[in-house]
């Protein structure tokens, strides 16, 4: 049993190389996959953020840089530092990076006034 299905499953592969579908044509419906894309927005606003400040900080950190005249920071976290401290600390970075030092002492301060 098992020779003829193979018998005419040979028969019809045969058949269709032939060209036996060719002169009766097939009428019917066709289904295409199609690949669609719906971007969800808001899930890119905080890398984009993240990479607007980052890059912000750069060019921030570049001009006061080259505003004092100060060589690059380039392996060194104190330029981190100076934006984030105050005038007179700030100052102080400066002239620690300037005199070849690069070296800054950390120091309890107490002041009286308003925080903020």
Known sequence: MPDAFESA????????HDGGLTGSPVTGTVTRSAAI?????????????????????VVMSIWDSRRKRLPAWEGSSLVTL????????????????????GYVMARKREEKGEVG
Do not use: H
């Open 82 to 101: 100076a934006f984030g401290l105050g005038e007179e600390d700030r100052d102080e970075v400066s002239e620690a990076v300037e005199s070849g030092n």
């Open 9 to 16: 499953a040979l028969s019809m592969t045969k058949w269709m």
């Open 37 to 57: 894309f719906r971007a969800q927005w808001m899930f890119l606003a905080c890398p984009a953020v993240t990479l607007l400040a980052g890059s912000v900080f």
